[in-house]
T-cell receptor, first 111, second 114 residues
Framework: KAGVTQTPRYLIKTRGQQVTLSCSPI?????VSWYQQTPGQGLQFLFE???????NKGNFPGRFSGRQFSNSRSEMNVSTLELGDSALYLC??????????FGPGTRLTVL | AQSVTQLGSHVSVSEGALVLLRCNYS??????LFWYVQYPNQGLQLLLK??????LVKGINGFEAEFKKSETSFHLTKPSAHMSDAAEYFC????????????FGTGTQLKVEL
C-alpha cells in the first residue's frame, strides 16, 4: 500500500497570508490527524478527523482549521500567518484508533 | 491529562552496545503507547506499539519495549546499536477511547559512535 502523502513538501509564505496543506491517507484509513512540529514546542496535536467529522481538537487558535473529504483526504488551513507558524506539519492516518502512520510532512516557512 | 517524559534529550552509545531510551507516562488509565523514530527531514516512522495483552512488544529493526504498569514506564531497547539507528526517537501516548490524539515526549536524539 502507498503511504501517507502530503503536498506540498515545502512552502514559503509571508506574514498575513494564508496557506492550505493537503494530506492523502493510506487507502482504507478513515482517521486523519495533523501535528505541528517545532524546535521549541516539539510535536503538538492540531486536530483529528474521522469520516469527515472533527473528532478531536488540540489547543491551537482558530486560525488553524481543517476538513476531511468523503474520500478521507484532508486539508488544513492556516489563515493570517505569523512567524511562529513556521514548522513541519505532519499528517497521520489510521484505520480507526490505536495506530497512526505519518507522512513525510510539509515544511512551512513564514517570512 | 496525559503526559510523557523522556529522560535524556541526547543519548550516545558505541556501535554494538545496548540502546536504552527511557519513557515514563502519566495517565489515569492504561493507555496505548508508541515509539516513533524520525530521521532528518523525514516524517515519523512507527517502531512499535503497546495496545493490550503482551507487555513485551517487539518492533522493527530489532527494537523492543516493555510496558511496566507499576512503574508507568515503556522503555525502548535494542541489544546492539548500529550506525543506522542514529536518529531522534519519540515516545507517545494516546487514550484507549476517544479517537486518535497522540501526546508526545520531547524526544531523544540517539548518537551511535564507532
Amino acid at each position: 500500500k502507498a503511504g501517507v502523502t502530503q503536498t506540498p513538501r515545502y512552502l514559503i509564505k509571508t506574514r498575513g497570508q494564508q496557506v492550505t496543506l493537503s494530506c492523502s491517507p493510506i487507502s482504507g484509513h478513515r482517521s486523519v490527524s495533523w501535528y505541528q512540529q517545532t524546535p521549541g514546542q516539539g510535536l503538538q496535536f492540531l486536530f483529528e478527523y474521522f469520516s469527515e467529522t472533527q473528532r478531536n481538537k488540540g489547543n491551537f487558535p482558530g486560525r488553524f482549521s481543517g476538513r476531511q473529504f468523503s474520500n478521507s483526504r484532508s486539508e488544513m488551513n492556516v489563515s493570517t500567518l505569523e512567524l511562529g507558524d513556521s514548522a513541519l506539519y505532519l499528517c497521520a492516518s489510521g484505520p480507526s484508533t490505536d495506530t497512526q502512520y505519518f507522512g513525510p510532512g510539509t515544511r512551512l516557512t513564514v517570512l | 491529562a496525559q503526559s510523557v517524559t523522556q529522560l535524556g534529550s541526547h543519548v550516545s552509545v558505541s556501535e554494538g552496545a545496548l540502546v536504552l531510551l527511557r519513557c515514563n507516562y502519566s495517565s489515569s488509565v492504561p493507555p496505548y503507547l508508541f515509539w516513533y523514530v524520525q530521521y532528518p527531514n523525514q516524517g515519523l516512522q512507527l517502531l512499535l506499539k503497546y495496545t493490550s495483552a503482551a507487555t513485551l512488544v517487539k518492533g522493527i529493526n530489532g527494537f523492543e519495549a516493555e510496558f511496566k504498569k507499576s512503574e508507568t514506564s515503556f522503555h525502548l531497547t535494542k541489544p546492539s546499536a548500529h550506525m543506522s539507528d542514529a536518529a531522534e526517537y519519540f515516545c507517545a501516548v494516546s487514550e484507549r477511547r476517544g479517537g486518535n490524539k497522540l501526546t508526545f515526549g520531547t524526544g531523544t536524539q540517539l548518537k551511535v559512535e564507532l
